[in-house]
Nanobody
Framework: QMQLVESGGGLVQPGGSLNLSCAAS????????MGWYRQAPGKQREMVAI???????TYADSVKGRFTISRDDAKNMVYLQMNSLKPEDTAVYYC???????????WGQGTQVVVSS
């Protein structure tokens, strides 16, 4: 079983930046996608960004140009750099690791991001 631990959330003013980190307890290889999802109060969880390995990335339209996902397989880490934050980015952000070929899907416990003045 893989454990994921997110960090880096907090309170930030509109226009500010945050960098989220997610540490995996086991080795991450190019057989796993790593991604970030978020869930705002009263809304369903939605995809924010996914790194499928090999340079294949996808972003939600709402964050394109503002957020950047990156991963470091040697350190078993995935990051989400969030710039130009907006109040509508307020949510709990979850790290996700998914095996590309097997039925294995893991979630972190979430980290809260609040964008408010």
């Amino acid at each position: 079983q893989m454990q994921l631990v997110e960090s880096g959330g907090g309170l930030v003013q509109p226009g500010g930046s945050l960098n989220l980190s997610c540490a995996a307890s086991k080795s991450i290889s190019n057989r796993y996608s790593m991604g970030w999802y978020r869930q705002a109060p009263g809304k369903q969880r939605e995809m924010v960004a996914i790194d499928y390995t090999g340079g294949s990335l996808t972003y939600a339209d709402s964050v394109k140009g503002r957020f950047t996902i990156s991963r470091d397989d040697a350190k078993n880490m995935v990051y989400l750099q969030m710039n130009s934050l907006k109040p509508e980015d307020t949510a709990v952000y979850y790290c996700n690791v998914r095996h590309l070929y097997l039925d294995a899907n893991f979630w972190g416990q979430g980290t809260q991001v609040v964008v408010s003045s």
